[in-house]
């Protein structure tokens, strides 16, 4: 049984940073894309970033580029966010998809349960 534990979230000041940790197991998951997602109160779940498993093809949202670093090792998928700011308050959520890479969550077969990320001001 396919499982996605998210860690690492906490509260943050402005400019402050926090890694994400999404412990994947049950299967392999080379072949898959690994992505992040979060969703503030009251919006939609967004895509942050995803990655091959291989640790290939990393890809951003415009939001969030040059600030979030996305990694894979044998187990565990990071996510590093540096530089953070108020509206990067969200519950981040881990997903995996078979294939390549998609920024629309409906597109993904596992997720996380969340870890919460809240910056203060």
């Known amino acids: 049984q396919v499982q996605l534990v998210e860690s690492g979230g906490g509260l943050v000041q402005t400019g402050g940073s926090l890694r994400l940790s999404c412990a994947a197991s049950g299967q392999t998951f080379y072949g898959y894309t690994m992505a992040w997602f979060r969703q503030a109160p009251g919006k939609d779940r967004e895509f942050v970033a995803s990655?091959?498993?291989?640790?290939?093809n990393a890809y951003y949202a415009d939001s969030v580029k040059g600030r979030f670093t996305i990694s894979t090792t044998v187990s565990t998928v990071y996510l590093q966010v540096n530089s953070l700011i108020p509206e990067d308050t969200a519950v981040y959520y881990c997903a995996a998809k078979w294939g390549t890479r998609s920024i629309n969550y409906n597109n993904f077969d596992y997720w996380g349960q969340g870890t919460q990320v809240t910056v203060s001001s």
């Open positions: 990655i091959l498993w291989s640790g290939d």
